[in-house]
């Protein structure tokens, strides 16, 4: 079946560092890969997306790229804000129909000013 | 457009009670799907559905149940509620892609249910 794997935290930055969380992911077919983001009490928003090998989802200065070979999609941001700290979550969508997401387990990212 | 909805926001129940979980969504999507959220599992599919009138099974779907009478509405029952449940249930919704690609979900703000 489906899993997704990404590196678990917390995660805890300086302002303005870089930043890699690691999404590794098995699958069959071709999925779609998402990371979404969760502030506290909040629901999961989208914040970028990659539906076919070698994309690259961006927004909010966030960046992935669907790597098929190494079945990767890390997340990165090259200078992060106290306002990035959340838990994100790396998903796929895969098989056929409308079957929901596979979520990793999530990496909560604390910035530090 | 107020999204995808969620009603209660919060619950306590005790063991053996039942509870149905509202969910709404004002975009015509034509997917909704019921997670359970727990620390440290990331997020889990409990039930979705492809349609008015039709639902399937997830990865969790013991001691829950589902209905989609309505387009817009997806209900999540707990008919003898456990401690095993407490959780936060995020409903969420989808729609087809003309190209046939997987599109991303849209989730509500969530339900944080305790059962004592």
């Known amino acids: 079946g489906n899993s997704v794997t990404q590196m678990e935290g917390p995660v805890t930055l300086s302002e303005e560092a870089f930043l890699t969380i690691n999404c590794t992911y098995t699958a069959t077919g071709y999925p779609s890969l998402f990371w979404y983001v969760q502030y506290p009490g909040e629901g999961l928003q989208l914040l970028l997306k990659?539906?076919?090998?070698?994309d690259k989802g961006s927004n909010k200065g966030f960046e992935a790229t669907y790597r098929k070979e190494t079945t990767s999609f890390h997340l990165e941001k090259g200078s992060v804000q106290v306002s990035d700290s959340a838990v994100y979550f790396c998903?796929?969508?895969?098989?056929?129909?409308?079957?929901?997401?596979?979520f990793g387990k999530g990496t909560h990212l604390i910035i530090q000013p | 457009n107020a999204g995808v909805t969620q009603t209660p926001k919060f619950r306590v129940l005790k063991t053996g009670q039942s509870m149905t979980l509202l969910c709404a969504q004002d975009?015509?999507?034509?997917?909704m799907y019921w997670y359970r959220q727990d620390p440290g599992m990331g997020l889990r599919l409990i039930h979705y559905s492809v349609g008015e009138g039709t639902t399937a099974k997830g990865e969790v779907p013991d001691g829950y149940n589902v209905s989609r009478l309505k387009k817009q509405n997806f209900l999540l029952g707990l008919e003898s509620a456990a401690p095993s449940q407490t959780s936060v249930y995020f409903c969420?919704?989808?729609?087809?892609?003309?190209?046939?690609?997987?599109?991303?979900?849209?989730f509500g703000p969530g339900t944080r249910l305790t059962v004592l």
């Open positions: 990659a539906t076919k090998a070698d």
């Open positions: 975009m015509n999507h034509e997917y």
């Open positions: 998903a796929l969508r895969g098989g056929g129909g409308a079957d929901g997401l596979t």
């Open positions: 969420a919704s989808s729609y087809i892609a003309a190209s046939g690609g997987y599109n991303e979900q849209f």
